[in-house]
């Protein structure tokens, strides 16, 4: 025994340390959770209350019947779809965030910064590689 009692109790109850690999870390986990029943049944396959079970079987594998046409509502005018059409463009101007002046005059100078950029760049390199193939094919 040490010299400190109460040292031994503490080396004995020390925390595990913690994992330093993703694999270790997924081991951890795994055991610290209980592990779960084979012959429980999923609850995603339970049948609802209420309905035979040859309609739910039949549901199960098929899903819904195809609708009929006869119910089909009339094709509508070409002005008509077109008038829907705009009325919605419309609608959806409305939800857009409009940029103030101030961040239009910023991103517009952004935008003619970068392409002035861009057009020296490829320039450049237009100017190298034809002074370059000149020079090899001359």
């Known amino acids: 025994m040490s010299e400190e009692p109460g040292k031994d109790r503490e080396e004995d109850q ?12 997924r081991e951890r986990r795994a055991s610290a959770r209980p592990a779960a029943r084979k012959d429980a049944a999923p609850a995603a396959k339970a ?35 077109l008038f829907r059409f705009l009325k919605e463009v419309v609608a959806e101007l409305r939800k857009v965030i409009w940029p103030t002046r ?32 000149q020079a090899i094919f001359g």
């Open 102 to 133: 101030k961040q239009m005059i910023t991103y517009t100078a952004v935008v003619l910064v970068f392409l002035a950029v861009m057009v020296a760049i490829i320039a450049g390199l237009d100017l190298g590689i034809g002074r370059g193939v």
């Open 47 to 81: 049948k609802p209350k209420g309905k035979p079970a040859a309609e739910t079987e039949a549901e199960g594998k098929k899903g819904r019947a195809t609708p009929s046409r006869d119910g089909k509502e009339k094709r509508v005018g070409m002005f008509a779809r």
């Open 14 to 25: 020390k925390p595990q340390s913690r994992p330093v690999t993703a694999a270790a870390r």
